[in-house]
């Protein structure tokens, strides 16, 4: 238990009430400052980024009936010492001690009342600081479970602060709290010099702690449950296994839900796009809504439900502190190639999409490991790239299931293996050192808190829709008018057919064959004659030592916007439809596509270039957009294409002309 309330001692800094501009919420990993300000600020709360980083800090409002105006509350990323050299630290400190200090800032410092002494460094490095000050004695129920008790009164008056017992998970104290703020006062305290070692600091701490502390656990009580379920989910053997269950479990979550609210999204776009096409004129105009704006809208808010559960996910996992002691387990084998043991979610993520997984490398603390996470996530074979598998598996081998899934899978183990190849070459050259060891501390095993995994899934889906989406969408127009223009004039085959469909008392069936025929060949006309088809015929002499001629260009070209398109496009060269299924029509129909000499065009060398090209090459804009977004500008998002496009050219041109040499032709 916690024994007291915030205590109330002569004032020798009295402050007026009315004069708290801002709240700064500080404090360790783990200690539940954000579900602090999740109860402070609720639906107001909003993910910003401070200029030259890309640690979040959640910013928000809240209106105290005290008060005339509303208080800004910033939450401060978690640190352990306000002056390691870490991003962490920098913003921390420029928000306690540097420029962006205010005189009428309050600071809470969000203590874990489980582990004491370990919070009380950081609290004795921001009293000092000349702001209004208060400690919150968070988890007060978890520590009464563990038979510890904290004298809340004894720690004030150690500090010379107020000390507020509080839960943050369930509201109790956020009264006290608030009323500690509106008459905070100080009082001299018993602190360790300002350049304190760490072990002087830590010494300090740790008296302090076992003076407050008392209970049949004591200061330096193991708990017990913690150790046991630590000895199997830290365990080499035993922790790897349950990881692969839990991520197992995960997916099968993020595929089973998310399939629901994205094909409502798919079925209401489609709805609105028919609507659009009723109510408009043929034309430009309604061409230009139904198939650039809608359709880009609806290709970007398709990815909303997944990123969204994801990080609820993530966040209930996070909350539990099952996260640590994975990237514990994970840290032995990704560090021996440079990347750290937090970088399993990014990349596990990226498999169902590269998008929220460069978005989740946002947990990783040290820049140059994050920067190297995000460099090689798209490597990971995402959700995106399986039509284009299963057609190229396909088309490489006829009548043999068990050859082509292995195939499948190999496509999965060459990602995974080039980006572990990257991330070691890139170690060694533009991101130069190794991965940062990862010291972290185990937190407490505790119940997760639903209402933060809700509000940090509300704050990734619309920092994804306010930045990556907007111009995702603008990218999706242009590339649907390089793909519609010029117009192409009606062909004499296709005038013909149609004049031979419009022959009275022919049959229903032959006029829908004829037509559809005809619509096809219009189809694949307009393709090639249109900006994105001459850009296909221009830029052919580059791929043509992959073996690919224009119209396999043309698919590299328009997939550029999103791996998945390269079906579709292959459909309408071959004379099918645009949004027609892989069934089993299409793929002969595309096994059957000749070059201008008549050859075929999927050659099984060709084929299996395009396969590694598409499991190699950044074909997707989205990623990129994301990339430059959590990178802080262009060049990494340009290395990215540069690099993964280059990889692939490279592979493609090895595989094709291996197979052309041992006669594979």
Request: glycine share 10%; charged share 15%.
């Amino acid at each position: 238990m916690v024994a007291g309330s915030a205590a109330v001692l002569a004032s020798t800094n009295e402050h007026a009430s009315g004069d708290i501009g801002r709240i700064v919420l500080a404090g360790n990993p783990n200690t539940g400052k954000t579900t602090l300000f999740n109860a402070l600020c609720g639906a107001r709360a909003k993910t910003s980024n401070f200029p030259g980083t890309t640690t979040a800090v959640r910013t928000g409002h809240s209106r105290w009936s005290e008060l005339p105006q509303p208080i800004d509350i910033l939450d401060l990323p978690g640190v352990y010492d306000l002056y390691l050299d870490t991003p962490e630290g920098a913003i921390a400190r420029t928000a306690l001690h540097g420029n962006d200090a205010r005189a009428e800032d309050a600071v809470v410092i969000v203590v874990d009342a489980c582990n004491l002494a370990r919070n009380l460094v950081l609290a004795s490095q921001v009293i000092p600081g000349g702001h209004r000050v208060v400690v919150a004695l968070n988890m007060s129920d978890l520590a009464e479970r563990r038979g510890l008790a904290v004298d809340a009164a004894a720690l004030s008056r150690r500090l010379g602060i107020p000390v507020v017992p509080m839960t943050a998970t369930k509201g109790t104290g956020l009264g006290a709290l608030r009323t500690a703020l509106l008459t905070a006062w100080r009082a001299p305290a018993q602190l360790p010099p300002a350049n304190a070692t760490p072990e002087v600091a830590m010494a300090w701490a740790e008296g302090v702690a076992a003076g407050v502390t008392s209970g049949d656990q004591g200061v330096d009580g193991v708990d017990h449950f913690t150790e046991r379920l630590d000895r199997v989910l830290t365990h080499p053997v035993l922790g790897l296994l349950a990881f692969l269950a839990v991520m197992t479990g995960l997916f099968w979550v993020l595929f089973a839900l998310a399939t629901v609210p994205m094909d409502l999204i798919e079925a209401t776009f489609a709805g609105l796009g028919q609507m659009a096409e009723a109510w408009l004129p043929a034309g430009p105009v309604r061409d230009l809504l139904t198939q650039g704006v809608v359709g880009g809208i609806a290709g970007t808010i398709v990815f909303l439900p997944q990123i969204c559960l994801l990080f609820f996910l993530i966040t209930l996992l996070e909350d539990t502190g099952y996260l640590a002691r994975a990237a514990f387990v994970l840290d032995r084998v990704l560090a021996r190639f440079g990347l750290p043991g937090h970088a399993f979610v990014p990349l596990l993520t990226s498999h169902a999409c590269a998008l929220p997984g460069i978005m989740s490398a946002r947990l990783i603390p040290d820049r140059r490991d994050r920067l190297a996470t995000i460099l090689v996530a798209p490597f990971m074979s995402c959700s995106a790239r399986l039509p284009v598998y299963v057609l190229l598996t396909t088309l490489l081998f006829a009548g043999r299931p068990a050859a082509a899934g292995l195939a499948f899978a190999g496509c999965y183990l060459l990602g995974a293996a080039a980006a572990l190849f990257t991330a070691w070459l890139f170690g060694r050259t533009i991101l130069p050192g190794r991965a940062q060891p990862l010291i972290l501390e185990l937190p407490t095993y505790k119940m997760p808190s639903l209402r933060n995994a809700v509000l940090a899934a509300k704050d990734q889906g619309l920092s994804f829709l306010t930045t990556a989406g907007t111009v995702i969408v603008a990218i999706c127009v242009v590339m649907w008018w390089l793909s519609a223009y010029p117009k192409v004039p009606v062909t004499p085959q296709v005038e013909n057919l149609r004049l031979q469909a419009s022959v009275p008392g022919l049959g229903e069936d032959a006029v829908t064959t004829l037509m559809a025929e005809a619509d096809a060949l219009q189809s694949k006309a307009e393709q090639a004659g249109s900006f994105a088809g001459q850009m296909g015929h221009a830029v052919a002499p580059v791929f043509e030592p992959l073996g690919f001629d224009w119209q396999l260009t043309v698919g590299v070209l328009t997939s550029f916007l999103a791996r998945e398109v390269f079906v579709s496009t292959m459909s309408v060269l071959a004379g099918g439809q645009a949004d027609a299924e892989l069934d089993e029509g299409v793929v002969a129909s595309i096994r059957g596509m000749t070059r201008d000499d008549g050859r075929a065009v999927f050659t099984p060398a060709a084929a299996a270039a395009a396969l590694v090209f598409f499991v190699l090459a950044m074909q997707c804009l989205p990623t990129l957009t994301v990339t430059r977004k959590e990178t802080g500008g262009l060049k990494y998002a340009a290395l990215q294409l540069g690099y993964m496009s280059g990889l692939a050219y490279v592979v493609a041109f090895v595989v094709y002309q291996s197979l052309r040499a041992a006669g594979v032709s």
